[in-house]
C-alpha cells in the first residue's frame, strides 16, 4: 500500500518513512501544501499523514480538501503539536481519521497507520447488514445508506455507525467507545464527541444518535422500553 507523508521537517519525513517501509509499506513524502496538494488530488495513495504546521495549504486545509474533493474516503492521519487540542479538535472536525501528537513514537504511528488501514482495507467477509430506522450498514461491502442513498463516511464514521447499530439502545461512554471503535486503551475523549457531531450531521434527520447524559451515547435509546 502507498503511503503519503508530509511534513517540512526531513528529518521527520526521513523517520517515518524507514519505520514504515519495514512493514512493507511504499511511502511517498512531501514537504509543503502544494506538493501536498498535487499528491491528494492524483488519488493513488491509500493513506496520508499530514502534519498540521506544514505553510499553508496546512494539513487540516488539506483535509479539508480531500472530504470535499474527488477522493473523499482517503485516511488522514494528522500530526499535531503537543497540548494544541484546538488543532486536534479541528482536525477532527475537519474529517481526519486519527492523529498523533508530536513529539510521537516512530512506532507508535506506525501502528496508528496500521490500525486505520486494517478499518479502511478490511479482509472482505460475510457480515450482516444492520439497520436502524431508514439507515443501512453493509459491512463486508462498507457502504453505508439513508433511504437507499449512499452517504460518503470516513473509515472510522463508518465503524462508529456499525457499531452503534450491531448494539442498538445499549449506552456506551466515550471511553468504551474509544476502546471498542478505535481500539485505545486512552486518548483525548473528544475525538468520540467530534465523530459523533460529523456523523449525526451526515445521517441528517434519519440519525438516532441519543446523548444519556452523564453516561453517553446510545443509538435509539429514546425508544427503548
Known amino acids: ?130 439497520r436502524g430506522g431508514t439507515v443501512e450498514v453493509r459491512q463486508s461491502a462498507r457502504i453505508a445508506t439513508v433511504a437507499g442513498a449512499q452517504i460518503d463516511l470516513t473509515a472510522r464514521e463508518f465503524d462508529l455507525l456499525a457499531f452503534l447499530l450491531a448494539n442498538q439502545r445499549r449506552v456506551f461512554s466515550r471511553d468504551e467507545l474509544l476502546a471498542q471503535v478505535w481500539g485505545w486503551s486512552f486518548g483525548d475523549l473528544s475525538t468520540v464527541t467530534v465523530h459523533v457531531k460529523r456523523l449525526r450531521a451526515k445521517l441528517g434527520d434519519a440519525h438516532r444518535i441519543d446523548t444519556v447524559w452523564g453516561r453517553g451515547y446510545a443509538w435509539d435509546r429514546d425508544h427503548a422500553d
Open 1 to 130: 500500500m502507498r503511503i503519503l507523508v508530509a511534513d517540512d521537517d526531513p528529518m521527520v519525513r526521513e523517520v517515518v518513512r524507514r519505520y514504515l517501509e519495514r512493514d512493507g509499506l511504499e511511502v511517498i513524502e512531501t514537504g509543503d501544501g502544494p506538493a501536498t496538494a498535487a499528491a491528494l488530488a492524483r488519488g493513488e495513495i491509500d493513506l496520508a499523514v499530514l502534519d498540521v504546521m506544514m505553510p499553508r495549504p496546512d494539513g487540516i486545509d488539506l483535509c479539508r480538501a480531500v472530504r470535499s474533493g474527488p477522493h473523499p474516503n482517503t485516511p488522514i492521519i494528522l500530526l499535531t503539536a503537543l497540548g494544541e487540542e484546538d488543532d486536534r479538535v479541528i482536525g477532527l472536525q475537519a474529517g481526519a481519521d486519527d492523529y498523533v501528537t508530536k513529539p510521537f513514537s516512530p512506532r507508535e504511528l506506525a501502528l496508528r497507520v496500521a490500525s486505520v488501514l486494517r478499518r479502511s482495507h478490511p479482509v472482505r467477509r460475510d457480515e450482516p447488514t444492520l
